[in-house]
């Protein structure tokens, strides 16, 4: 049941600065590579779904660190 999940939204941005980046990918996507990021930097990351109701509520921010 239910309503059908139509893309995956992961955002993130630099602990010390910076604005949000969103990568945006479909339903089926399972694993992404995200270029551009600074190895020693940490990222806080959050995702978020979307359905054809419109987006959904993000998740809780994630701290990553990046080797």
Known sequence: G???I??????LVAVDGGG???FVAGALTTTANIGGLASGRE???RDSY???LGP???SEELRVLVR
């Open 2 to 4: 239910g309503i059908a």
């Open 6 to 11: 139509t893309e995956v939204c992961v955002e």
């Open 20 to 22: 949000w980046q969103s």
């Open 43 to 45: 990222y806080r990351v």
């Open 50 to 52: 979307g359905s054809d």
């Open 56 to 58: 959904g509520r993000a």
